[in-house]
């Protein structure tokens, strides 16, 4: 090992425990940087936020409609799972509405933007800590979290959103009623449930950590996996519509993902015993 990168490490350990708050806060600095900047871009380019991205899944020429009318020629050679009427328009009620979810949605889509970086910068704080061994196999962690988080944005705005907005905008208690939300109820249900989604899909990541500092084993983790799949399905019901198929959908890549965790955490236990 170099000589100056065995001096930063001693250097590390011997940090004081005001030192290490002075760190963290550079880091958070940064990352909140990152995440400003991310938010004036997406504030910037409002009509492709909101036009194209947001009020995407309440358009019918939406990807997702295409590809469901696309399986139903090819299921049933006619237009049977073709949406075709999305029956509601969204209303603003409050005059500073627009204005203000405006800033939020900006605020929000600045996180997802900069999560690889707040990650990197996470893992820049926690280096020190690690054994050299560790800070190897620690450097694959940005990247997996990454990729599940992207992979649960897109399942949360490709699947979840358009199946539940379809599923409650034609809903109807009677023929009186129309379906006209508030512009904020629309934005939050899209934005919480994409967002979300995506945080869900770190799963696997959260059991891998639990298994690395020993609050979790795998026996405990396959003796639940029945509990786990309730908890997987009451989870589902919560975040997503009253609707059968938007629960089952979530709950499934999740309990696949709870299985992809159980794995990582065998492999960290045979390491240890090893």
């Known amino acids: 090992m170099p000589l100056d990168q065995i001096d930063i490490d001693k250097h590390d350990s011997q940090m004081s425990f005001f030192e290490h708050l002075e760190t963290l806060r550079w880091h958070l600095f940064r990352s909140f940087v990152a995440i400003s900047i991310g938010a004036v871009f997406c504030f910037i380019f409002k009509s492709f936020v909101f ?13 997702t409609y295409q590809w469901l ?3 139903s020629y090819w299921l049933y050679e006619s237009d049977r799972i073709c949406i075709s009427e999305l029956k509601f328009s969204v209303q603003n009620i409050t005059l500073p509405g627009q204005f203000l979810l405006h ?17 990197y910068e996470f893992w820049k704080f926690i280096k020190p800590a690690l054994e050299k061994s560790e800070r190897k196999k620690s450097r694959q962690f940005i990247f997996w979290c990454s990729v599940l988080f992207v992979l649960g944005i897109l399942f949360g705005y490709l699947i979840l959103s358009p199946v539940s907005i379809n599923f409650l905008s034609n809903y109807s208690v009677s023929a009186e009623v129309k379906n006209i939300p508030s512009l904020k109820s629309y934005i939050n ?7 979300a989604t995506g945080i869900i899909f770190e799963l696997p990541v959260f059991i891998l950590l639990l298994a690395k500092i020993g609050l979790i084993s795998t026996t405990v983790l396959k003796k639940y996996r029945r509990h786990a799949l309730v908890i997987i399905l009451i989870f589902a019901s919560i975040i997503t519509p009253p609707d059968i198929a938007s629960q089952i959908l979530l709950t499934i890549p999740v309990y696949i993902l709870y299985e992809v965790g159980i794995s990582l955490a065998s492999r960290v236990e045979s390491t240890y015993n090893d």
């Open 103 to 119: 800033i939020s949605v900006s605020f929000i889509a600045g996180i997802i933007l900069a999560f690889p970086y707040i990650l």
């Open 189 to 195: 249900f899209v934005v919480v449930l994409t967002f």
């Open 51 to 63: 036009d194209t991205l947001i009020f995407g899944p309440k358009k019918i020429d939406f990807i």
């Open 69 to 71: 009318c696309k399986l």
